[in-house]
């Protein structure tokens, strides 16, 4: 923006040169594809990601139920292979052994995670599937927008920096080029250039 401004400002300057109007112009071209592009690409992508995680949040409750489950009996002992990291001691006392019946009818027993301390013969409610497999609770829509306003905004900064780039190095190739310029114009003026005794 700053290459634009001081262009226009100084746009009948003799000195002004040729690299100088394509350092103005890239400069704009990149703005406003930041401004237009960058913005329609991620609202375009935010829209893709919704339709997308709506469809996934409709599946997901149509396949996925809530079941009720009967404690057989507390396991005393912490679960194998405990993650010392999302797991303590308060979860491992809080696994169980559970009978549950399937929406399909099949009868399963295993051993679950409590939502909350429980004693033997208590009820609570998981989430499983049509052949009563243990599975997350579905995504809700909440979740999806949030995903999908993300994946816009990650878009737009992508895309944008991209452009952002590509601009810097058209700059640079322009630098280059003046600096090389530079170096033939000061090797035509020759060595003793400026001297008292050259006789300029």
Known sequence: MRAMRGVWRWRRNPLRRRTD???????LVAALLIALGAT???????RAAQGALLETVRIQHQQRHLTWVTVERLLSRAPLDPDPETSSQRDAHRRVLARWIARDGS???GQLAAPRPVETGERFRIWTDDRGRVVP????????????VLAGLGTTAGVGMMIEGARRMV????MVRRFRRWDQEWKRAG????RADAGS
């Open 191 to 194: 060595q003793d250039w400026g």
């Open 107 to 109: 009868a399963h027993i």
């Open 21 to 27: 109007r394509i350092e103005a112009w890239v400069a």
């Open 171 to 174: 700059v640079w190739q322009l």
């Open 137 to 148: 609770r579905p995504m809700d829509t909440s979740t999806a927008a949030t995903h999908a």
């Open 40 to 46: 329609s690409a991620g609202w375009l992508t935010g």
